[in-house]
């Protein structure tokens, strides 16, 4: 699978300011992506997913590393003769042109026959819904149905691996949401592997067969969506993907923990607990989800309710553990909702929280 | 147009309509006239010889013959308003785009200094040009210090062109810039990712999206270009004829006004159709111009 798909191995790029400074945007990247995968890029904004898709595109050099696709190095050939495209953030639609020629552009220029060309960019228009459109110019259509000619103009050359850099970052909440069932669609029915790269990390759970989280210039975590939502590997992929409670956790002697100063349990029950109290020192966390504490008479933990707010679907509360600490649950709205103010006991199942170092 | 912004722009409206209307009923109206006592004015009579003049000549004998001496003088002035547009082309091209590269702080104030020579007067800029041209100027003075000796300069073909292509080139710089300016980068990016060669980027994206403002721009140079009157005059030597020359000629020393009006019916007949072909081009450009 992997010699047949995109690899790419320790790549490194430094950008150097006007003024002189520099920024390492990628620092030792490799990753691989499988023939028909769909793999997330998820960061914020700065660490690099970007640059590695522009790498990867041909629109960067890269200063160290190595690229291949299906077996052939790939950072070497020029951007106009890689077999993979890109749907870019801003669209980048040709704005003199219909989108039907839009789209016949990339098959223009592989000097396609006419009849060919006509029958793919009908069939492309077909796959993003947009058959009726095919005269209109990009600035006749709306934002949504521009992101579908992009979509299109890019799948129609048939790209070994599609790239995709924050597509769906202008369109509004459930334009969004409709656009990923889409995306998703389109990828099983073409069966292009997709690089996809976004901010968003529940677009990320939702699309991804993986996710490569990048902090930094340096992938920190891959996984599928469950292994870095459930299994964070560091403190930053904990925070960044979701909700998370980091509790202070003391070392006790031959093999307990305190946490939040309140309790103790045997540290090998936790997962990841080798690892980060020999790593770790005293910056050791306990992470744990919001969903994964209970509001229960029988707690470990006990505090204070700060906060109590009813989200429709569940209920936020927030717990005062003293010292400034707060614990974040998330409970089923059918239970009852305690009163901000009210002492109560939460229980955490160490089987759902992980010790992390950095 | 709504009625009530067409009550607020009747007056501008009519004030225009007068100012351009008037002047060219009156035109016209002269040079179906014969010519005035002692050449001044117009006389009562109405006669298209000044029309004839145009492509006719009469000998003493009375033979009546083609005569293409003033055709060939709007013929010389299309000629040097095409070399200026183009010249005006080569060296404005580069100059906007260039500009349009610079960082966003300091592109206004390169358009500014391209506005620079407007700051004063078009016969100041053209007697300047002379002094810089003439056998004793700096140029000449310069070249003969290091034993170069320049050709004269002044009075010939090649300044007359100097003086336009100097006077019109912000014309053909501005809307050029204007189109480059606004043109995204990210879709050239678009075209190398679907496979377009940088060579191929350049004619398909790059061109079509700075089309309109090197249209513009032509037509900017090269209408006003084609009746100067100015730089011929005083930087040609008044040697090669133009038609805006010759024209002043009749209403001045030749004194025939209803000829000149005829010579400028003719100009204005060839700007017409140079703005129809032009339109007709740009339309296919997708391109709107007014």
């Known amino acids: 699978m992997v010699a047949e798909g995109l690899r790419i191995q320790d790549v490194s790029k430094t950008f150097?300011?006007?003024?002189?400074?520099?920024?390492?945007?990628?620092?030792?990247?490799?990753?691989?992506?499988?023939?028909?995968?769909?793999?997330?890029?998820?960061?914020?904004s700065g660490c690099g997913k970007t640059t590695l898709l522009r790498a990867i595109a041909g629109l960067e050099d890269v200063d160290s590393g190595r690229i291949d696709l299906a077996g052939e190095r790939l950072d070497t050939v020029p951007p106009f003769r890689r077999a993979v495209n890109t749907v870019f953030q801003s669209y980048a639609l040709f704005p003199f042109l219909t989108v039907e020629r839009n789209i016949a552009f990339g098959l223009e220029m592989e000097r396609r026959p006419k009849a060919e060309i006509r029958q793919r960019v009908a069939h492309a228009l077909e796959l993003v819904e947009?058959?009726?459109?095919?005269?209109?110019t990009p600035a006749q259509l709306s934002g949504g149905q521009q992101q579908r000619v992009a979509l299109a103009r890019a799948l129609v050359k048939?790209?070994?691996?599609?790239?995709?850099?924050?597509?769906?970052?202008?369109?509004?909440?459930?334009?969004?949401?409709?656009?990923?069932?889409?995306?998703?669609?389109?990828?099983?029915?073409?069966?292009?592997?997709?690089?996809?790269?976004?901010?968003?990390?529940?677009?990320?759970?939702?699309?991804?067969?993986?996710?490569?989280?990048?902090?930094d210039g340096r992938i920190v975590q891959v996984g599928t969506p469950q292994e870095v939502y459930e299994s964070p590997e560091t403190r930053f992929v904990a925070d960044f993907?979701?909700?998370?409670?980091?509790?202070?956790?003391?070392?006790?002697?031959a093999g307990t923990v305190t946490v939040a100063g309140q309790w103790k349990l045997v540290a090998a029950e936790i997962v990841g607990a080798d690892e980060a109290l020999v790593a770790g020192g005293?910056?050791?966390?306990?992470?744990?989800?919001?969903?994964?504490?209970?509001?229960?008479?029988?707690?470990?933990?006990?505090?204070?309710?700060?906060?109590?707010?009813?989200?429709?679907?569940?209920?936020?509360?927030?717990?005062?553990?003293?010292?400034?600490?707060?614990?974040?649950?998330?409970?089923?709205?059918?239970?009852?909702?305690?009163?901000?103010?009210?002492?109560?006991?939460?229980?955490?199942?160490?089987?759902?929280?992980?010790?992390?170092?950095? | 147009m709504r009625v009530g912004t067409r009550w607020l722009a009747s007056p501008a409206l009519g004030f225009i309509a007068f100012m351009v209307g008037?002047?060219?009923?009156?035109?016209?109206?002269?040079?179906?006239?014969?010519?005035?006592?002692?050449?001044?004015?117009?006389?009562?009579?109405?006669?298209?010889?000044?029309?004839?003049?145009?492509?006719v000549t009469e000998d003493f004998a009375g033979n009546v013959g083609f005569d293409s001496t003033y055709l060939e003088v709007m013929w010389s002035s299309i000629l040097l308003a095409a070399a200026t547009m183009l010249v005006a082309l080569a060296v404005g091209f580069p100059t906007a785009v260039w500009i349009s590269n610079r960082p966003?702080?300091?592109?206004?104030?390169?358009?500014?200094?391209?506005?620079?020579?407007?700051?004063?007067?078009?016969?100041?800029?053209?007697?300047?040009?002379?002094?810089?041209?003439?056998?004793?100027?700096?140029?000449?003075?310069?070249?003969?210090?290091?034993g170069i000796d320049l050709p004269r300069m002044l009075n010939t073909r090649g300044a007359t062109l100097v003086g336009m292509v100097y006077t019109f080139l912000p014309f053909m710089v501005l809307p050029i810039y204007a189109a480059a300016e606004r043109f995204d980068h990210r879709i050239a990016e678009a075209g190398l990712d679907l496979g377009a060669t940088p060579a191929v980027v350049l004619r398909k994206i790059v061109w079509p999206s700075?089309?309109?403002?090197?249209?513009?721009?032509?037509?900017?140079?090269?209408?006003?270009?084609?009746?100067?009157?100015?730089?011929?005059?005083?930087?040609?030597?008044?040697?090669?004829?133009?038609?805006?020359?010759?024209?002043?000629?009749?209403?001045?020393?030749?004194?025939?006004?209803?000829?000149?009006?005829?010579?400028?019916?003719?100009?204005?007949?060839?700007?017409?159709?140079?703005?129809?072909?032009?339109?007709?081009?740009?339309?296919?450009?997708?391109?709107?111009?007014?």
């Open chain 2, 104 to 146: 966003r702080h300091l592109q206004p104030l390169l358009v500014l200094a391209v506005t620079i020579p407007f700051w004063t007067s078009i016969l100041v800029r053209t007697y300047a040009w002379i002094v810089i041209l003439r056998e004793t100027g700096p140029l000449a003075s310069g070249f003969d210090a290091v």
């Open chain 1, 16 to 44: 150097t300011a006007p003024e002189g400074g520099s920024v390492r945007a990628l620092d030792g990247v490799s990753l691989d992506v499988g023939t028909s995968e769909f793999v997330v890029l998820l960061g914020p």
């Open chain 2, 210 to 290: 700075v089309r309109p403002g090197v249209v513009a721009g032509c037509l900017l140079v090269f209408i006003p270009a084609i009746g100067a009157f100015l730089q011929p005059e005083l930087l040609g030597g008044g040697r090669s004829l133009m038609i805006a020359n010759l024209i002043q000629q009749q209403f001045g020393a030749s004194r025939n006004w209803p000829f000149g009006s005829a010579l400028a019916i003719l100009l204005l007949v060839v700007v017409t159709v140079v703005l129809v072909v032009a339109r007709r081009a740009a339309r296919e450009a997708r391109v709107v111009l007014s």
């Open chain 1, 282 to 358: 005293d910056q050791v966390v306990l992470a744990v989800r919001p969903e994964r504490v209970r509001i229960d008479p029988g707690g470990e933990l006990r505090g204070v309710v700060a906060e109590a707010a009813y989200l429709g679907a569940d209920v936020h509360v927030a717990i005062d553990m003293g010292e400034g600490l707060l614990i974040n649950v998330r409970t089923d709205a059918q239970d009852a909702i305690p009163e901000v103010g009210e002492r109560v006991a939460v229980r955490i199942d160490p089987r759902h929280t992980r010790l992390l170092s950095s």
């Open chain 1, 241 to 253: 993907i979701g909700e998370t409670n980091l509790l202070p956790v003391e070392r006790d002697a």
């Open chain 1, 130 to 136: 947009l058959s009726g459109f095919a005269k209109r």
């Open chain 2, 22 to 55: 008037g002047p060219m009923v009156v035109i016209v109206w002269y040079s179906l006239r014969t010519r005035g006592p002692g050449g001044v004015g117009v006389g009562d009579g109405l006669t298209v010889d000044a029309y004839e003049r145009l492509v």
């Open chain 1, 158 to 215: 048939e790209p070994k691996v599609l790239l995709l850099d924050e597509p769906l970052g202008a369109l509004d909440l459930k334009l969004r949401r409709q656009m990923q069932a889409e995306l998703k669609r389109i990828q099983r029915s073409v069966g292009i592997a997709f690089l996809f790269v976004t901010h968003d990390q529940e677009e990320a759970l939702a699309l991804g067969d993986r996710i490569a989280v990048l902090n």
